[in-house]
């Protein structure tokens, strides 16, 4: 998990929340705000899990967000273990920091939002693609949703 910043056409700024799963590369969800606190992280988080299901630990920075009681407490109350990479490492975490170039080349470059409305409705088209559609080298050239869905068959 990780945070990336961009701004609207009207110079506004907001934040992007990614999250993955390191294993298949799955890009489980991205939130977009102007504003991304602890306690809208894990009700994010919690929605995916929802369907994706509670991770057994999650890789992070030592941001603010993510060293403080919210998280903390939530990652505890769902026995989920908190690894955090070593400060100005970020190759600690290295699958995201890939999928943030990629989304940040693909998408937050390429596009000039007029609102979050706008950037959150193409991000989810691309999502869709990037999971579906866009086989990863790494995989075997398989999606992520592939490559998902034959190890859980195996």
């Given at each position: ?43 994010y ?30 990652a ?16 600690q ?62």
């Amino acid at each position: 998990m990780d945070f990336m910043s961009d701004s609207s056409s009207n110079q506004r700024r907001f934040r992007t929340f990614n999250v993955i799963d390191d294993f298949n590369h799955e890009a489980l969800g991205i939130d977009i705000a102007v504003s991304l606190p602890a306690g809208r992280i894990t009700r994010y988080l919690d929605k995916l899990a929802e369907y994706h299901g509670y991770s057994l630990k999650i890789r992070v920075d030592n941001g603010p967000e993510f060293t403080g009681k919210t998280f903390i407490s939530w990652a505890k109350s769902h026995d989920i273990t908190i690894d955090y990479i070593q400060a100005g490492s970020p190759y600690q975490n290295g699958y995201i920091e890939r999928f943030n170039r990629t989304y940040r080349t693909e998408v937050l470059d390429l596009y000039l939002f007029n609102n979050l409305e706008q950037a959150r409705k193409v991000t989810e088209e691309w999502l869709t693609i990037y999971n579906t559609e866009r086989p990863h080298e790494a995989l075997n050239n398989m999606t992520p949703i592939e490559y998902k869905t034959l190890r859980q068959a195996a």
